[in-house]
């Protein structure tokens, strides 16, 4: 009998809502056209596990704007680069604002950091506090020594392990997350510790649906499939970790100060020091400077979470599709690789200054960010008022998707789109950091990552230098598996299958490639 009941509660309930949504759409004014989807869920099973081509496809069927009900939430999907440009730069300030998402919420201290918080003031402030302080031009040079060590560091691992295969997309992956941690934390932590699995989870964890965001009264289902549990865990070890390195870094400091040693003239620390500085050790300065310290650190280590969980996945991502797209076409991977070595010449590490000298390499890694965008959706942003856009009526509270990945492929604007070619670039005036909408990666406005130049000169220095220092070839017997170019879900699209090939040390006194 209860079962009974509690059935025909849930029919009432999705006629109720099926209907006030014909009702809500009949008098809403001129929408944008939406495919026909079911009660309660809406759309939601229309989108695959790689939703950046399911949208794709849709938008071939409704246009280049198109209205999705994901649930309960009304979500406008833009595949054009005009229309990216319209809410981006023209509308910026009504669409500066993200909706509120559970996982990040939970995970990112109430979402504080730069990516997934609320436009506010205190979001401005924070902003202002990452671009000035943490990811200026200055801290991004200061951080070169860094880069390069690692970097070298890399180099040494994989020619140890010649003529053996080795598992790139591993190595890249630790890489990555030895310079972000070091940059942000000032140490790195083993590839087993607890502390780097936490990172891929909270990176698989903040790409997964929560139905909650979208049914809100199934918030039991998340409790059920365990993803609630997950999050906990996840965001606990991370909190510990975080927590603990800056209860030892207060202490150093402390014990500095009790020695005379920390403070220079006028009661702040040196500006050589500071500008060597970790993240961490920036944030401490900034508190000991205001007076109001307590909530303004908190919602700077938000932005520190922030840092190194998208900085490490979008580099490592972009430096393996790199790499595939390269072993995919050798006679391009030759032409880059003879490009480094004829200008570089016999060194133990290419530096920054060889590498602005590199036209080639750049423009393999404007074309991998164009064909194999890291995040393809970009974070999704909501009306803060009602608005029109390409004519259509956009109502407040809408939730607004990008599909950078399509507006990358729009034949309107790109030649033999679906092709890997870098040549496209050549002469081009079109760069990824906001300024030409048809390439978008890092979003525009202000929304814009501020962290483009810490990850782009860390993706050229270990593009460039494991190009140098090696020849590349395809296990035989995995050949098949390792050019497969599948794509992975997640908030970050990867490579399904590792990049595993053999490293052939280059001899530079042996000259060019034959």
């Given at each position: ?61 409704y246009g280049p704007i198109f209205l999705l009900h994901l649930g309960a939430a009304p979500t406008a999907v ?28 939970r995970l990112l201290y109430n979402s504080s950091g730069i990516a997934f918080s609320a436009y506010s003031e ?393």
């Amino acid at each position: 009998m209860a079962t009974f009941v509690a059935a025909i509660a849930l029919l009432s309930f999705l006629l109720c809502l099926f209907f006030g949504l014909r009702q809500a759409r009949s008098g809403a004014g001129q929408l944008p056209p939406s495919p026909p989807g079911l009660p309660l869920l809406g759309n939601l099973l229309q989108l695959s596990s790689l939703p950046h081509r399911s949208l794709h496809s849709l938008s071939k069927r409704y246009g280049p704007i198109f209205l999705l009900h994901l649930g309960a939430a009304p979500t406008a999907v833009l595949s054009s680069a005009e229309l990216a440009e319209q809410v981006m730069k023209t509308l910026d300030p009504d669409f500066a604002s993200r909706p509120p998402l559970s996982i990040a919420d939970r995970l990112l201290y109430n979402s504080s950091g730069i990516a997934f918080s609320a436009y506010s003031e205190p979001w401005r402030q924070r902003k202002k506090t990452c671009v000035l302080h943490l990811l200026s031009s200055k801290r991004v040079q200061s951080f070169r020594w860094l880069r390069e060590e690692e970097v070298k560091h890399l180099i040494s691992e994989i020619r140890s392990s010649s003529p053996a295969p080795v598992n790139l997309s591993e190595k890249i992956v630790c890489l990555t997350s030895d310079v972000i941690c070091r940059a942000a934390m000032g140490r790195k932590f083993d590839e087993e510790s607890m502390f780097r699995k936490t990172m891929k989870e909270v990176m698989t964890l903040l790409g997964m649906f929560s139905v909650a965001d979208f049914v809100p009264w199934l918030w039991w289902v998340d409790k059920l499939s365990g993803l609630d549990g997950r999050v906990r865990r996840a965001a606990e070890v991370l909190d510990e970790e975080l927590s603990r390195v800056l209860q030892e870094r207060m202490g150093r400091r402390r014990s500095e100060e009790r020695m005379g040693r920390r403070r220079s003239e006028g009661g702040r620390r040196g500006e050589e020091n500071e500008e060597s500085a970790d993240f961490i050790d920036v944030l401490l300065s900034l508190k000991e400077r205001e007076e109001d310290v307590g909530s303004s650190f908190t919602l700077g280590m938000g932005s520190v979470k922030d840092i190194f969980l998208g900085g490490a996945d979008t580099s490592f991502t972009v430096l393996i599709w790199a790499m595939a797209e390269l072993i995919w076409h050798p006679s391009l991977m030759k032409d880059v690789q003879d490009e480094i070595r004829s200008i570089v010449g016999s060194k133990e590490i290419i530096t920054e200054e060889d590498i602005n000298k590199l036209t080639l390499l750049k423009v393999v890694i404007k074309e991998t960010l164009r064909l194999h965008i890291p995040g393809p959706l970009l974070v999704p942003r909501v009306a803060s008022q009602s608005t029109q856009i390409h004519g259509y009526n956009i109502p407040k509270g809408t939730r607004v998707i990008i599909n950078a990945w399509a507006i990358a492929k729009d034949p309107k604007h790109w030649d033999r789109p679906e092709e890997f070619w870098p040549q496209r670039f050549t002469n081009s005036n079109i760069d990824f950091r906001g300024q030409s909408f048809e390439l978008i990666p890092f979003g525009a406005g202000r929304r814009l990552c501020p962290g483009i130049s810490f990850g782009v000169a860390l993706m050229e220095c270990a593009l460039a230098n494991l190009l140098y220092h090696f020849n590349w070839e395809v296990p035989e017997e995995m050949r098949e598996e390792i050019l497969d170019m599948t794509e992975s879900p997640g908030i970050t699209v990867q490579k399904k299958s590792p990049l595993i090939l053999i490293a052939k040390p280059y001899d530079s006194s042996l000259g060019p490639i034959i």
